[in-house]
């Protein structure tokens, strides 16, 4: 069984300051996704990475797949109250998994303005 | 393109009923999967269906069903619902490979008294 490991679980800071969330697992993804979730709404897809060492780029969000493909890891620099929400990873093991992504439990981050 | 649909938003039933709860796929997608979404365990796997076929199922009691139509539709049953079925269902729409990208719908919310 595949499992990942999100931390922290919550994050409550202050507008302007920066933010990391890890993801990890001892198992290989093929791809693994970040996600955004609003309360009574679905996640909303942020981004993939598919590469072992890759690093992608959303604005302020920086998203980085590790070389082994285990981890991962968000960093937001700036916060702002907009970036307040539900994020999750979801890892995607390839081969016969179809369509099924194993979550983390989910950072509930809060950014005061 | 339009977005991942779910019917209803929302719903409540009494122990012992069933539910049925539908899902319409971005067009061109033909890969749906299931999930289930509590505070405490998360988002989970339920299944997933290609043309048609259930490809991949995860850990839930045979109560659980689902079923996809020519046209991608897919609609999930939960039959003799209890107490601990109360959740947010989400279907996540994708083209079908096992790393695709998954899009979310809105989830319905369903509640059993």
């Known amino acids: 069984t595949q499992l990942l490991e999100q931390s922290p679980q919550f994050l409550s800071i202050q507008e302007g300051e920066n933010l990391t969330v890890y993801c990890n697992s001892s198992?290989?993804?093929?791809?693994l996704q970040w996600y955004r979730q609003e309360p009574g709404e679905g996640p909303v897809l942020l981004v993939t990475v598919v590469t072992g060492g890759e690093v992608k780029k959303l604005k302020r969000l920086t998203f980085q797949f590790g070389d082994a493909r285990k981890d991962s890891s968000l960093h937001i620099t700036a916060a702002q109250p907009g970036d307040t929400g539900l994020y999750l990873c979801?890892?995607?093991?390839?081969?016969?998994?179809?369509?099924?992504?194993?979550f983390g439990q989910g950072t509930i981050l809060t950014v005061h303005p | 393109k339009a977005g991942v649909t779910q019917t209803p938003r929302y719903l409540i039933k009494t122990r012992g009923q069933q539910v049925t709860l539908s899902c319409s796929p971005i067009?061109?997608?033909?890969?749906v999967s299931w999930y289930q979404q509590t505070p405490g365990q998360g988002l989970q796997f339920l299944f997933e269906y290609f043309s048609e076929t259930q490809r991949n199922k995860g850990n839930f009691p045979g109560r659980f069903s689902g079923r996809q139509f020519s046209n991608s539709r897919s609609e999930m049953n939960v039959s003799t619902l209890e107490l601990g079925d109360s959740a947010l269902y989400l279907c996540a729409s994708s083209l079908g490979g096992s790393s695709n990208e998954q899009f979310f719908g809105p989830g319905t919310r369903l509640t059993v008294l």
């Open positions: 979801a890892g995607a093991a390839g081969g016969t998994s179809y369509g099924k992504l194993t």
């Open positions: 198992s290989v993804f093929s791809s």
């Open positions: 067009s061109g997608h033909r890969s």
